[in-house]
Structure formats: structure tokens, C-alpha cells
């Protein structure tokens, strides 16, 4: 009789183990446009301008489509759900090639590139720009930090990812995990759409504007 119950006590709690682990299986992570990340429970799915899932606490939720990076949601679900042992292998040549890449300087100045500076004049020095803001153009976070950075009377150059694929290299090299928009503010990378620290960084610059009084 104690052994017939030793069993039954046994069998449920495989059973309850299996479930969970089924549970964590089927989880799913969407990343979002500002770098916070949610994990649901089960999958989501994608409508024509939304993202309906269930949150970890059995609640039905939805998201607009444009706050969410759907690829950078889809890389961050096959981590979460990769199993451990899997997580641990060798890095491909491809792969090491790619971190090796990453870790390339992003400039070189020698000091025969600084004689060259000092001597030449202002105008035969291309100035590197001070901020630089990566798109596409279907990105509406993109398009709040394009109007941010007019409002603020900024000087900044902006590269469309999807037309350059050196602007895509760039990107994805000062920023491997994040979407678009990403922002470098004189060497500080900004990923997503963040006001507060976009604001704070260039209010930090050097005085860039162009006094128009005479």
C-alpha cells in the first residue's frame, strides 16, 4: 500500500515538473523599440498593427505594432527557449569573425594625422559629425527622435539602414542587440527612443550652433 502511494506521489510530480518545463518552453520575449523586454506566457502573435500576447501573470494583453522590434524579439525568443548545453557551444568561424569585426577601432589617428590636422586649415578637416541617428522608414520611434533632434537645433546626420548597408554595419556594430532608432551622441550610443538621456547628452555637447547675429 506505502509503495502503491510512493508511486502516485512520484508520477504527479513528474507530471507537475513536465508542465512547467513545457511552460517555460513555450514562452515567448518581444523586445521593444526603448530596449525593455517582456516575457509572456506562451506565444505571441502579430495582427496588421498590433501584438496580442498573455503575460507571465495569465493576463490578456496587446501592444502597437510599431513599439515592438519584431526581429530583436524573435532572436531574444530562440535564446530564451535554445537549451542550455546548446547555449555553450563553440562559436562558428563565421561568428568569431563577426565578434573579432566588433571589436575593431572605430578610428585610428596616428600622429602624422595629427601634424596634418594642426597644419591644414578649417575647412580642409572633415569634421566628424557629432551625432549620428540610424532609421528606417517605417520606424515611428525614428521618427521621434528625428523631431526631437530638430526641436533641440541639433546638427546630426542620419543614416536610412534598409538603403546603406554600410549604415546597417555601423549600427548594428556600435549597437549588436538593439533595433532602430540608435543615436551616437559623440561616441555614447543611445538604443531605442529615450527623450530623457537623448536630452542629457546633448545638452552636454560642445556649443555646435551657428551664432546668426552680426
Known amino acids: 500500500m ?37 516575457t509572456t506566457s506562451g506565444s505571441y502573435s502579430v495582427d496588421e498593427n498590433k501584438v496580442t500576447f498573455t503575460d507571465a501573470q495569465g493576463r ?10 519584431l526581429e530583436a524579439s524573435r532572436a531574444a525568443t530562440e535564446e530564451a527557449q535554445r537549451p542550455a548545453t546548446s547555449k555553450a557551444r563553440v562559436a562558428s568561424p563565421i561568428e568569431r569573425k563577426s565578434k573579432k569585426e566588433a571589436r575593431e577601432p572605430v578610428m585610428t589617428i596616428t600622429n602624422a594625422d595629427v601634424g596634418t590636422a ?22 515611428g520611434y525614428c521618427r521621434k527622435a528625428r523631431t526631437l ?11 536610412d539602414i534598409e538603403k546603406d548597408p554600410k549604415a546597417y554595419s555601423d549600427k548594428t556594430r556600435k549597437s ?39
Open 118 to 139: 594642426a597644419e591644414g586649415s578649417d575647412s580642409d578637416v572633415a569634421a566628424e559629425p557629432q551625432v549620428i541617428l540610424y532609421t528606417t522608414t517605417w520606424c
Open 149 to 159: 533632434l530638430d526641436e533641440l537645433e541639433v546638427d546630426y546626420v542620419e543614416h
Open 176 to 214: 549588436p542587440s538593439c533595433g532602430v532608432p540608435v543615436t551616437d551622441i559623440a561616441g555614447t550610443v543611445v538604443c531605442g527612443f529615450n527623450e530623457m538621456r537623448l536630452r542629457k547628452l546633448i545638452d552636454g555637447l560642445p556649443a555646435a550652433k551657428t551664432d546668426s547675429a552680426t
Open 2 to 38: 506505502l509503495r502503491t502511494l510512493d508511486r502516485r506521489l512520484v508520477i504527479v510530480s513528474l507530471t507537475v515538473a513536465l508542465a512547467a518545463l513545457t511552460v517555460a518552453a513555450s514562452a515567448d520575449v518581444l523586445v521593444l523599440w526603448d530596449g525593455s523586454k517582456i
Open 60 to 69: 490578456y494583453a496587446s501592444l502597437p505594432l510599431d513599439e515592438v522590434d
